[in-house]
């Protein structure tokens, strides 16, 4: 199962501030550690949130709200996409990811949907079109430089 891990936000991130090169040599240890275990598939920071933009759709309108965005703890800082056998292993992973000293670092585990989750509610050609666009997008994906 695919799992979206998400990082909130904090003050620090949302300030702007840079995490200290201990932390980066950690997490870069962490995300190596992931890849090697075959788990880790993607995964960035954001830059705060004004730098961004939320986007509101209704009936066709578009209302684009520029950042900063008020509330800290619903914002994103980073996210990982892992590939696990259970909801369980992705805790055991996000147990591990390192942290900056007495700051709180919280992390969200959301499942992501599958094509076949689909299956009740849409034709077998639907489900065929998303796994189509899945393997479309591994195959597109750039490669890594070496």
């Known amino acids: 199962m695919r799992v979206m891990v998400i990082v909130k936000a904090s003050e620090e991130s949302e300030a702007g501030a840079l995490p200290n090169p201990e932390l980066i040599e950690a997490m870069g240890a962490f995300n190596n550690e992931l890849i090697a275990a075959g788990v880790m598939l993607d995964g960035a920071g954001l830059r705060s949130s004004a730098k961004g933009a939320r986007v509101s ?23 990982w996409i892992w590939q696990v056998k259970s909801l369980q292993e992705a805790i055991d992973w996000a147990r591990k990811a390192p942290t900056d000293g007495d700051n709180e670092f919280n992390l969200e585990i959301r499942q992501f949907f599958e094509p076949e989750d689909f299956s009740e509610v849409a034709s077998p050609e639907l489900v065929a079109q998303e796994q189509g666009w899945r393997e479309e997008q591994v195959k597109n994906a750039p490669k890594a430089q070496a």
Do not use: H
């Open 57 to 79: 759709l209704k009936r066709g309108k578009a209302m684009v709200t520029d950042g900063p965005f008020a509330e800290t703890k619903e914002l994103i800082a980073g996210y």
